[in-house]
């Protein structure tokens, strides 16, 4: 199945001072070049929270929470450098989980099919003795990882909002304890940089076969 | 027939086999969830989940549905081909480069001459031996306005840690050292 939107995204818990993340601050440090931003939207630059969107490229900071995303399939390993970039130069900053995002949204030919992807992998039967017309809104799965990072694999299926009518929302969360992997002498920054360098294709593939397998066998 | 679009399956009669751990998330991935079912008077902002993965927070609808809200910045730019490159060679008006195809992996790479005219100015200075850039072309404003192809390069811009820096001067300084005696 095509997909008809699709993006991927990084996501950082842990302690952020979020007044820093604004576009001069990445072009001052060679992070964006000035082209990305000029055409910019700042929606909020704050103690407490940081929301921008350039051409590209979305960045949300909160005190707690590093989010990074693109939907330009051109642009996955940009975004990449831009997160191992920005915590290269903020090397001190104490991060402790890694998520790495695929979400898609794709059609279903029809609306036969959209209603059989939700009966395949969220049978009503069971339902239907107590409730009145069950209709899946929202599939949450969560797995073990298959290599040797620490953290699991959370999937999402739903309904889409962005593709109508029969449109299928689909997200694979790559979650990835950062702190368990740092060494004494380590920087959790040095392990987040390893980590997406070493092993940013094989998490966007394994999203990918994720997402292709269930889609394709609930049709 | 459905009535309602938003209810995505109603009837269903296969069981379902080989679910892992089906609802029973750990302790962030469940908060978004909970924000839903909570969310049937409240109006969600379309915010970022509390774990580490996107969110599809959204608006309720009508008794127990929420819009699910794409979270990622949607592009304008439809990728057809896109290639990785390294630059072997600078010239006056060309440089000679490698490029490695992304959108078939499986090709061979393949040396290319590429006119300096089509690297943006503010990426020139980084037109270097040794250098990355991403190659793409594809069509842009494909979801408003005429289509247009066009073909976009970008150099990398990666900052190496500064411990790394050291480590990678420090071998350099010693290797030199080790050739400079033999």
């Known amino acids: ?219 | 027939m459905l009535t309602e679009p938003i209810l995505f399956s109603r009837y269903g009669t296969e069981l379902l086999r080989d679910a892992i751990l089906l609802n029973d998330p750990a302790e962030n991935f469940d908060v978004e969830m909970s924000q839903e079912h909570n969310g049937q008077t409240a109006h969600l902002e379309s915010g970022p989940a509390a774990g580490t993965g996107t969110s599809q927070t959204g608006h309720p609808v009508d008794r127990h549905f929420i819009w699910p809200v794409f979270n990622v910045v949607q592009s304008d730019f439809k990728l057809l081909q896109l290639w990785q490159g390294r630059v072997e060679k600078v010239g006056t008006d060309e440089f000679v480069a490698t490029l490695f195809d992304k959108t078939h992996p499986l090709s061979s790479p393949e040396q290319v001459s590429i006119s300096i005219e089509d690297v943006n100015l503010e990426d020139r200075e980084l037109l270097r031996p040794g250098a990355v850039f991403y190659w793409s072309i594809g069509y842009a404003n494909y979801y408003k306005g005429p289509r247009q192809r066009t073909s976009r390069i970008r150099f990398r811009r990666l900052v190496i840690p500064k411990r790394k820096m050291v480590e990678r001067k420090n071998a350099a300084k010693q290797l030199a050292t080790f050739f400079a005696r033999h």
Request: glycine fraction near 4%; aromatic fraction near 8%; charged fraction near 25%.
């Open chain 1, 1 to 219: 199945m095509k997909y008809e939107i699709e993006g991927v995204s990084i996501v950082l818990l842990g302690s952020f001072n979020p007044v820093i993340f604004q576009p001069a601050w990445f072009v001052l440090n060679k992070i964006l070049p000035n082209y990305d931003v000029l055409e910019q939207e700042v929606n909020i630059v704050h103690n407490q929270i940081t929301q921008f969107r350039l051409d590209w490229l979305k960045v949300d900071v909160t005190q707690d929470r590093f989010f990074a995303s693109t939907s330009e399939t051109a642009n996955y390993t940009t975004l990449r450098d831009f997160v191992v970039s920005t915590f290269a130069i903020l090397e001190h900053t104490p991060i402790t989980k890694l998520g790495v995002n695929k979400d898609i949204h794709c059609r279903a030919e029809n609306e036969e099919t959209w209603n059989k992807i939700g009966d395949t992998l969220a049978p009503k039967d069971i339902w239907q003795k107590t409730l009145r017309e069950p209709g899946l809104t929202s599939l949450k799965i969560q797995t073990l990882r298959d290599d040797d990072l620490p953290g699991r694999i959370n999937v999402q299926l739903a309904p889409s909002a962005q593709v109508t009518p029969y449109g299928v929302f689909m997200g694979v969360n790559h979650h990835i304890e950062l702190d368990e992997l740092a060494k004494d002498d380590e920087q959790t920054s040095e392990q987040l940089a390893a980590i997406l360098e070493n092993n940013w294709d094989a998490l966007l593939q394994s999203a990918d076969k994720i997402i292709e397998t269930t889609i394709t066998k609930a049709i």
